[in-house]
């Protein structure tokens, strides 16, 4: 299912890592979604988000095929309250 507001690139399945190791980073206007794989103790990429107000279809999904992901553009409504969508500020 799309996010009202962020495309989306999948980088690594997130029934690969630890329960609970997710985290979200910002880095050039975009969100980083990092977690533990299972078994190991550093973090790696799971996903990228992109905010739909700062990149269009095209740029996020050519960064995300740079990255080897698989890309979903974000759905055409956008929701600009942070309650009713709580994959704004933090990653469920």
């Known amino acids: 299912m799309p996010y009202p507001n962020e495309h989306a690139c999948r980088i690594r399945d997130p029934g690969a890592f630890e329960k609970g190791s997710f985290r979200r980073i910002t880095r050039n206007g975009m969100s980083i979604i990092i977690g533990k794989l299972k078994g190991k103790t550093t973090t790696t990429t799971q996903a990228f988000r992109y905010p739909k107000n700062k ?38």
């Open 55 to 92: 990149f269009t279809e095209a740029e996020a999904q050519k960064h995300c095929k740079e990255n080897k992901g698989s890309f979903e553009a974000a759905s055409k409504e956008f929701i600009d309250d942070p309650d009713s969508n709580p994959f704004i500020n933090g990653v469920n």
